[in-house]
């Protein structure tokens, strides 16, 4: 698309809007909603494996009593995100070399150095999500459960994402594509995770909307106190019941970071003013950009983790991994554990083991696995059912929980599906924001060869990184990496907070009196 005729699209979107916001609310929502993008986009970046596994260990270990903890973080991330774009399009300049004239090189470089360390890293629990669910789910006779397998995948994740981002430095109507397809991998993601628990709710009686629901008023206990569903067991383990209550605190603090950090990471603060200014908007698009962020981010956001944490909570809560306790099935067969859980359920019993034996006698006891193993099953019986509930169980062993109840096609195809979209979406994105970093770091215009060579960089770390992560619960990779995220995020709150008090940035378009007093409250 020439300049020429990217300015007249720009022109048309504009009075679009002012000629809506003349005719009412109705038809401001309807031109809104028509022209709506970068608040999908972030969608499509927040909805990756990092949801998911907050989702998931939040059903684990907290039941349905932490549902309102991922849309309140998300309505805070709302807020900043707005504040960014009020930013971004009330001045000229591209945020980065706005940051480093006017407020601190060590904050603009710090914003960006971190976003492209955040998008290294979370590229590979996605290229690891996303083949696990093409090896698991989706085609297991076509993807082997092998490395050749697995190379196969990567590989078709790859060649989805490099064809999708080149369509982005297309210019407008590859812009427009590019959009397109992310609201579409962004609605199967939604449908799938709520046609699960749809057909959960149809088929099964577990579903428990009442507590459900009751889990959305928020509740501050279970920072400090496990999930009331353990009681009864903790109540049970003696004298060692203060380690194991310490142990779900600890664990139920990392899922709550987790579950903050993956509703707005610090990449997503720099994709939102440069995906708006890559369409052209200005000053006359702010309300636009909030109507975005409000439906094209939240929504999505929160009905799909929300479906997350109660598939996962309805199967997993304070209920022991099947085949630890060496329980048998109606015929009378011993259950067999699944490997991975096996080991992580091992591990935990040796932690605490470790609290109690004298160090020589655990370093004897670890060369002989016999020893070890008599150890192991010498521990009350309670104590062994809390190492059972508190394995980390992935998206595909909550994939197989729920065949039973919702059927193979929509427990393995479409729960399958939804986990690639996830995967695909997020990669993407990640690809496009590293391609504005590296060009922002370099000078450049974000476009041509060197915003290409930016793209492709995390999509080289993920595929690489995801062969390093196997075994033990793959989407647990998200929760560290979300801690990280979590550490930085901060740099670019305090960055756009600073930017939003500027005078020398905003000029008069600084906002005033009672809009600034809440603009800073709500961004605190």
């Not at 972030?42 to 549902?67: C, E, F, V």
């Amino acid at each position: 698309m020439t300049e020429e005729a990217a300015n007249s699209r720009i022109e048309q979107d504009r009075q679009l809007i002012l000629d809506a916001k003349q005719r009412g609310t109705g038809a401001k929502i309807a031109a809104y909603t028509k022209l709506s993008g970068p608040g999908w986009l972030q969608s499509a970046i927040t909805l990756g494996g990092g949801s998911l596994a907050g989702g998931l260990y939040l059903g684990i270990l907290s039941g349905y009593h932490l549902m309102w903890l991922q849309p309140v973080a998300m309505i805070m991330g709302v807020i900043m995100l707005s504040a960014i774009g009020y930013v971004a399009l009330s001045t000229k300049e591209r945020p980065f070399a706005s940051i480093n004239t006017h407020i601190n090189p060590v904050l603009g470089w710090g914003w960006a150095i971190a976003t492209l360390m955040a998008n290294l890293i979370w590229c590979m629990p996605q290229y690891a999500l996303g083949s696990a669910a093409l090896q698991q789910n989706l085609a297991p006779e076509f993807f082997s459960n092998d490395d050749t397998g697995k190379m196969l995948a990567v590989a078709v994740l790859f060649v989805i994402s490099a064809v999708v981002i080149w369509f982005y430095d297309s210019g407008g109507w590859g812009i427009k594509l590019f959009e397109a397809i992310l609201k579409i991998l962004v609605g199967i993601v939604v449908l799938c995770f709520f046609g699960v628990v749809l057909k959960m709710s149809f088929s099964t009686n577990d579903l428990d909307w009442g507590r459900i629901l009751a889990g959305y008023i928020p509740n501050l206990s279970l920072f400090t106190n496990p999930s009331p569903e353990f009681a009864d067991v903790l109540s049970k383990a003696g004298s060692y019941g203060d380690y194991w209550k310490n142990l779900i605190i600890g664990n139920q603090q990392k899922v709550m970071i987790t579950a903050a950090a993956t509703a707005v990471g610090i990449n997503m603060t720099f994709l939102l003013p440069y995906s708006m200014r890559a369409k052209g908007w200005d000053q006359d698009f702010r309300g636009l950009a909030m109507f975005d962020l409000s439906t094209g981010l939240f929504i999505p956001f929160v009905l799909a983790t929300s479906c997350v944490v109660i598939a996962a909570a309805s199967q997993f809560h304070a209920k022991p991994a099947a085949g630890l306790l060496g329980e048998k099935n109606p015929e009378g067969q011993v259950v067999q554990a699944d490997p991975g859980l096996l080991s992580q359920y091992n591990k935990l019993l040796d932690s605490r083991l470790q609290k109690e034996v004298p160090a020589a006698e655990w370093s004897a006891l670890k060369e002989n696995s016999a020893a070890l193993e008599q150890k192991r099953s010498e521990l009350p019986l309670p104590e062994r059912t809390l190492a059972a509930m508190l394995v980390n169980r992935d998206a595909f062993q909550l994939a197989a929980a729920l065949k039973p109840l919702a059927g193979p096609t929509v427990s393995q195809v479409v729960f399958g599906l939804g986990v690639v979209a996830m995967a695909v979406s997020t990669i993407i994105i990640l690809m496009l924001i590293n391609g504005f970093v590296f060009c922002e770091m370099l000078g450049l215009e974000p476009r041509g060869t060197y915003h290409r060579i930016g793209c492709f960089m995390p999509s080289i770390t993920g595929m690489v990184g995801s062969f390093f992560w196997k075994g033990e619960a793959q989407a647990w990779l998200a929760v560290p990496t979300s801690m990280f995220g979590m550490v930085l995020l901060p740099i670019a709150y305090a960055t756009f907070f600073f930017m939003m008090n500027s005078p020398k940035i905003l000029g008069e378009r600084i906002p005033k009196g009672g809009k600034r007093v809440a603009w800073n409250l709500a961004m605190g």
